[in-house]
């Protein structure tokens, strides 16, 4: 069974950085693609940034030069670094798998996630 676990998250002042990690468990061909995707109270859930399991990478609308997505070597591994952080960046940042390639920007193709974390940007 696949585990994806997150951290990082946190509260943060506008203009600062986090880097949230996930950590996958289980068996390794379960998953190739990853991502991440957030979700604010009443929003619907959007993708921050994702990687195929070759190293393509697709980001949201405007994240990216804020935003870099990436993933260890062992690939059960992926990482978010988030710099100039804005207070509309706050809400629960999830980390995702699934076990095509592609990485897909519809959360729907996920096949695992994980609980999520908090990130919360103060003006």
């Known amino acids: 069974q696949v585990r994806l676990v997150e951290s990082g998250g946190g509260p943060v002042p506008a203009g600062g950085s986090l880097r949230l990690s996930c950590l996958g468990s289980?068996?390794?061909?379960?998953?190739?693609?990853m991502g991440w995707f957030r979700q604010a109270p009443g929003k619907q859930r959007e993708l921050v940034a994702a990687?195929?399991?070759?190293?393509?990478?697709n980001y949201g609308n405007e994240l990216k030069g804020r935003f870099t997505i990436s993933r260890g070597n062992a690939k059960n591994a992926m990482y978010l670094q988030m710099n100039s952080l804005k207070p509309e960046d706050t809400a629960v940042y999830y980390c995702?798998?699934?076990?095509?390639?592609?990485?897909?920007?519809?959360?729907?193709?996920?096949?695992?996630w994980g609980q999520g974390t908090q990130v919360t940007v103060s003006s």
């Open positions: 990687v195929s399991g070759r190293g393509i990478t």
């Open positions: 995702a798998a699934r076990r095509g390639e592609e990485a897909e920007t519809d959360w729907s193709l996920y096949d695992y």
């Open positions: 289980g068996p390794f061909f379960s998953f190739n693609a």
